[in-house]
C-alpha cells in the first residue's frame, strides 16, 4: 500500500501543524490504517517537543521522519525542499499532498496507472484560463517561458509518485532547477516543476480532478471532490 506524504515546516505558533492535524482526521474519517508520513525538519520536531504536541504519536500508521537541512535555507524554502526530496528520502509509491488539504472520500488502491501524475493547475486546462497571460508572464519571469501549448500546466498540491527511475530522476532535476530560482529569491515550486515536465517532453500524466480539486479556484466543482485543496500552491 502506498503512504500518504506531507511535509511540514512551521514556527512556534504551529499554523501548519494544526492544518495537518485536520487534514490526517478528514483522511482516517474514511480510512483508520493508510500509512502516512510526514517529513519534518530538526526545528519543527523541538518545536513539537518542546509544547508536548503529541497527538499523533498513538496512532501506529503515522511515521514522522526529522530530515537535517542546511540552516542557510528559511522556513518555507526548508517545506520546499522537503518536498523536493520525498522522493529519493521515502520507498515506494506514494501520494504527496499539502497540509491544506481536506479528504471528502475513501482513497483508491490506485489513483493512477502513471508513475508520475498531478492535476492541472485550477483544474482546468491552459486554454481555457482567464489568468493565463499572467501565468505566462510569472513563470517567463522565471527563466520558464510557456508561450507553446503542447503540454498543460500542472498543480503540485498533489502528486501520485511510483518508486521508478524516471521519478527519481525528475525529482532530481526538479531540484536544481528549483535551486537556480531560490538563488535569485523566487521560491515557488510549480515553475520548475513544470519546466522539467516540458523539458523531458511531457511525462507528467493527468490526475483526475477529484483528486485535487482547489476549493479557492474553484468554489462550486461540478465534480465530487475527493481530495480538496483549501488554498492554492
Request: proline share 4%; with cysteine.
Amino acid at each position: 500500500m502506498y503512504t500518504v506524504c506531507y511535509v511540514l515546516t512551521d514556527n512556534p505558533k504551529l499554523l501548519f501543524y494544526h492544518q495537518l492535524l485536520i487534514s490526517i482526521r478528514s483522511l482516517r474519517k474514511y480510512s483508520a490504517t493508510q500509512p502516512i508520513t510526514v517529513l519534518m525538519d530538526k526545528t519543527t520536531e523541538l518545536i513539537l517537543t518542546k509544547q508536548n504536541r503529541t497527538e499523533l504519536n498513538s496512532d501506529e500508521s503515522i511515521k514522522m521522519l526529522t530530515v537535517e537541512i542546511p540552516d542557510y535555507y528559511n522556513q518555507k524554502e526548508k517545506s520546499r525542499y522537503l518536498k523536493l526530496k520525498t522522493r529519493k528520502l521515502l520507498t515506494g509509491t506514494f501520494l504527496f499532498v499539502d497540509t491544506d488539504t481536506v479528504f471528502s472520500d475513501k482513497l483508491p488502491e490506485i489513483l493512477s496507472d502513471s508513475q508520475l501524475a498531478l492535476t492541472y493547475d485550477l483544474n482546468i486546462k491552459i486554454k481555457d484560463r482567464i489568468d493565463r497571460k499572467q501565468l505566462e508572464d510569472m513563470n517567463r519571469s522565471y527563466g520558464y517561458p510557456i508561450s507553446e501549448k503542447k503540454y498543460e500546466y500542472y498543480n503540485s498540491g498533489v502528486i501520485w509518485c511510483q518508486d521508478t527511475d524516471l521519478c527519481h530522476s525528475f525529482y532530481s532535476d526538479w531540484f536544481q532547477c528549483w535551486e537556480v530560482n531560490r538563488s535569485k529569491g523566487q521560491v515557488l515550486d510549480q515553475p520548475s516543476l513544470n519546466y522539467v515536465n516540458r523539458k523531458r517532453n511531457g511525462v507528467i500524466s493527468s490526475l483526475q480532478s477529484i483528486y485535487n480539486v482547489q476549493i479557492s479556484a474553484s468554489p462550486c466543482p461540478i465534480f465530487p471532490p475527493a481530495i480538496c485543496s483549501t488554498r492554492l500552491s
